[in-house]
């Protein structure tokens, strides 16, 4: 028996094929998968990069449809976003979950901890005898503090600040206009079809300027740090709760944190899509038998 693991979030998906046991036989990567900003591009995102990892592992791709998956997806804590991908989806043995659970599944294992993922988004979630709890995840409109989209549309905004004089200027805030040729109108047009993702394109600057000393970096990057301290803070974890910070920017925050926080971080035992696969084998694979039907969302 084989199941299926995947990892779908702002900047990419992911998927692997693995045998009932957690041995990953195929793997895929290819475009984003946010079922919240793009469903039907989630779902050709999903089915491709299930299909090239059918294909890496040599396995037959009409084996498709009667795999089981649990897929981890960018968005599916809102739940009808979760409800309308599993209904497009062509799985007869099916588990949509968000991607915080299987990166925590992947991080911790089975038991308590907790995660910080900052990547294109931010979010966190802790589980303790049992029981989860979410913080965050709410978009880049009205959340995703800590997150590469905030930071780099918080860039946007500074530039703009410094351009008519309400903030100071800075060789950062300077290089930005001088992207786009001085001109804030540009800046506007931008924003105006910009995804969290294109956002998130400017934050490896800011954290590249804030290696010179450049002041709006700081700025910039002291908000994010006191998000994710804040958000840490409120998931009310005991001392000895081990808790992993993921994520593309992780290795840039997590060492600004304060002392309390760093002391407390431990390394992620695998990364999120092993985290899919290996709650695919619990759940479809040696401990439960398959029912008849599509299965849905669970509840964490």
């Known amino acids: 028996m084989m199941v299926l693991g995947v990892d779908g ?13 957690n041995q990953i036989i195929g793997r895929a990567k290819v475009g984003p998968a946010n079922i919240r900003t793009d469903l039907d591009g989630a779902c050709a995102s999903i089915m491709a990069a299930v299909g ?50 299987i990166a925590l599944e ?20 802790a589980r303790q005898s049992g029981q989860a709890r979410y913080l965050g995840g709410w978009g880049l409109a009205v959340g995703d503090q800590g997150s590469g989209a ?13 351009h008519d004089g309400i903030a100071p200027r800075s060789p950062l805030s300077e290089a930005v206009m001088a992207a786009h040729r001085d001109d804030p109108q540009e800046i506007v047009e931008f924003t105006k079809t910009a995804q969290p993702r294109d956002f998130g394109t400017f934050a490896p600057m800011v954290f590249d300027y ?17 998000a994710v301290e804040a958000s840490l803070d409120a998931l009310g974890l005991a001392n000895a709760t081990p808790r992993c910070l993921l994520g593309g920017l992780a290795t840039l925050i997590g060492p600004r944190l ?22 695919a084998a ?7 038998s398959l029912s008849d039907g599509k299965q849905g969302l669970i509840q964490p």
Do not use: W
Request: hydrophobic share 45%; aromatic share 4%; charged share 20%.
């Open 9 to 21: 979030g702002g900047t990419s998906c992911r998927a692997a094929l693995a045998t009932a046991r």
């Open 52 to 101: 090239q990892a059918f294909a890496d592992a040599g396995q037959d791709p009409a084996r498709i449809p009667d795999t089981p998956i649990v897929l981890g997806m960018a968005g599916a804590n809102i739940t009808i976003y979760a409800a309308e991908l599993l209904a497009r989806l062509p799985f007869r043995h099916c588990r949509i979950e968000t991607d915080v659970l």
């Open 106 to 125: 992947g991080a911790i294992g089975a038991g308590d901890g907790a995660i910080g993922i900052l990547g294109t988004g931010s979010h966190y979630l």
């Open 150 to 162: 905030r930071i780099g549309r918080e860039l946007l905004e500074e530039a703009l600040l410094a």
């Open 210 to 226: 804030l290696d010179r000393g450049d002041p709006t970096a700081a700025r910039i990057v002291n908000r994010a740090v006191a």
């Open 258 to 279: 304060s002392a309390k926080h760093r002391e407390r971080l431990v390394p992620p035992l695998q990364d999120a899509l092993g985290g899919a696969v290996c709650l």
């Open 282 to 288: 619990r759940l479809f694979g040696l401990e439960r």
